[in-house]
């Protein structure tokens, strides 16, 4: 599904601002009338604009309602598109059901009939998970139980527009830029029901480098794509009576037993977990804050991130393609488990769970295949690969994502080495650890060798490089300690150093993701002050001390 676009042949309207809002009950059905709420902003999350604890905590279906107008032509067809929304929603217009959203982080694309001169959008957003969503949650006693860090943010998180197509149009186009180890051709497969196709490359001075009446497009001397040289090159697919315009960058991954390749140069990943997260937005889709990001991860000499854990804004991966960003795409399984049994885990993940995971990548891959800054996808992140029935599971999706991408793919751990019984599966194998934090805590110079050691047996024994996808501590800005303690300033300076110096013995060890970019917004909990707290950056997106650490080792870095 192509993201929409404003152009001869097409309109977009946005329907963003200021909605109506409340809490509903779970019977609730938008009628014929409207209900009346309070003013609530789009895109954003509800719960840091109000300021009644019940609703902010709310645990159910929300209620967000708007009316629209739009010109209207009979020879042109409607669809709404909703960027995302946390999580499952449905969809109403003038009180009728048009469609709903399996999971949140995904675009949910309908198609708008009979529209009148005004139009009641209401969107019911339920925000409850359970096994048979992603992420995994469940209800315990009445209450929600979520099994990973980051904070249950509720709201319609990105864009919501209409827009129009014409009655032939293209529905999607890929660009497929590696055929074979040779760069000089592209292929690009369109779905459309139109008749007559045109393929123009453009640079980026918007000069024509090429045009073909079919798919096979020759590229002759093309300019690669890398986080050195972001080079993008737009193909402008135009046909009898519709044009969609799609960026595309050329680079080449592969990957071997010691090294990640990119157009055959090993590359070392150095970067961060991120979070949507900002204040008052929440989860909100906000380019000032994108931007920001961005800036920062320059700033500080990174080169990657991991889009930790689930797929974010189109504009966020438009911008990674545009700065020169390599991006672990992750989609939102985030700790999955399968025993029966135990307080949060009865009735674990299932086939059900399944379905709806490989459902979810196909729609990752098909919205993200054309970015060239995405090099890797991640299935999941710390699934309880130590358990027996992970195996089964994660052999199926894998295989199942490997008919659908050449792409290497992953999934971070954190099983330790000999308890994993899912290695062997990945590309390349990631680990989360927290030595010198929730391992020895405290204690920094047990780094070098646990962690020396797993690095060493996870390689030795599945010939596949590895990467520090997660490390970190907790540190609150402007707290120092000589000598340093937890929770310093300095504590997480030394444990940077202390890990990094690590990483630099081993040759296979390919990337350092410093868990987290920014500190974020959790649920609550003895373990958490104001939320995870181990940004290198504030929550403002200001540097903490070992910021500067970073930036200095990350500058010019080779292995
Ligand atoms: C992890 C998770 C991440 C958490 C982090 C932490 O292993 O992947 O989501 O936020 O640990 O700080 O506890």
Request: charge should be negative; aromatic fraction near 14%; hydrophobic fraction near 35%.
């Amino acid at each position: 599904m192509l993201y929409p676009k404003t152009n001869k042949y097409r309109e977009v309207f946005s329907l963003n601002g200021i909605w109506t809002f409340k809490t509903v009950a779970d019977d609730y059905e938008p009628t014929l009338e409207c209900f009346g709420g309070s003013p609530m902003a789009v895109p954003a999350s509800f719960n840091d604009i109000v300021t009644d604890k019940a609703v902010k905590d709310h645990e159910g279906k929300v209620l967000y309602e708007t009316f629209f107008s739009v010109p209207l032509s009979a020879a042109k067809l409607y669809r709404l598109r909703i960027g995302a929304t946390s999580h499952k929603c449905e969809v109403f217009i003038n009180g009728v059901k048009i469609g709903e959203g399996i999971n949140g982080y995904y675009p949910v694309d309908l198609p708008l009939e009979n529209l009148s001169e005004y139009n009641r959008l209401s969107i019911v957003i339920d925000n409850r998970l359970s096994f048979q969503t992603m992420p995994v949650g469940k209800i315990i006693d009445g209450k929600q139980v979520i099994n990973h860090d980051f904070y249950n943010f509720t709201g319609i998180h990105r864009d919501v527009l209409i827009y129009t197509l014409p009655e032939k149009h293209v529905s999607d186009i890929t660009v497929d830029t590696v055929v074979g180890g040779d760069y000089h051709k592209i292929h690009v497969s369109v779905v459309s029901t139109c008749e007559k196709f045109v393929y123009t490359v453009y640079d980026k001075q918007k000069q024509v480098v090429a045009v073909s009446d079919s798919g096979d497009i020759a590229l002759p001397s093309p300019r690669l794509w890398s986080p050195s040289d972001p080079y993008l090159y737009t193909l402008s697919v135009e046909t009898e009576c519709d044009k969609y315009d799609v960026r595309f960058g050329i680079r080449k991954v592969e990957v071997t037993e010691n090294a990640f390749l990119l157009n055959d140069v090993p590359v070392y990943f150095k970067g961060f977990g991120l979070h949507e997260d900002f204040f008052v937005l929440g989860k909100g889709n906000n380019s000032a804050v994108n931007v920001r990001n961005f800036e920062l991860l320059k700033w500080i000499n990174a080169n990657s991130f991991r889009t930790s854990h689930y797929p974010y804004s189109e504009e966020i991966m438009d911008l990674a393609d545009e700065y020169g960003f390599l991006v672990i795409d992750e989609v939102p399984a985030v700790c999955m488990k399968w025993w029966e049994g135990g307080n949060f885990c009865e009735g674990g993940a299932n086939e059900e769970t399944k379905t709806l995971h490989k459902q979810l990548i196909k729609r990752l891959i098909d919205r993200d295949k054309n970015h060239p800054s995405v090099v890797m996808y991640s299935l999941a992140n710390e699934p309880e690969s130590a358990e027996d029935n992970a195996r089964t599971y994660i052999l199926d999706v894998f295989a199942y994502a490997r008919s659908l991408t050449r792409l290497p793919l992953t999934f971070t751990n954190c099983s330790y080495f000999g308890l994993c019984k899912c290695s062997d599966i990945p590309d390349v194998i990631c680990i989360n650890r927290y030595y010198g934090w929730y391992d020895y805590i405290g204690n920094l110079s047990i780094i070098s060798s646990k962690l020396g050691k797993e690095i060493e047996d996870f390689h030795s024994t599945y010939k596949k490089p590895v990467i520090l996808s997660e490390f970190g501590a907790d540190t609150v800005e402007g707290l120092h300690a000589l000598p340093s303690e937890v929770f310093s300033e300095e504590y997480q300076s030394e444990l940077m150093e202390e890990t990094c110096n690590t990483l630099d013995k081993y040759p296979y060890l390919i990337g350092e993701h410093v868990w987290a970019f920014a500190d974020f917004k959790t649920k609550q909990g003895l373990t958490r002050f104001r939320g995870n707290r181990k940004g290198v950056f504030t929550k403002d997106r200001q540097p903490k001390a070992v910021a500067f650490f970073l930036r200095k080792r990350w500058a010019d870095f080779k292995k």
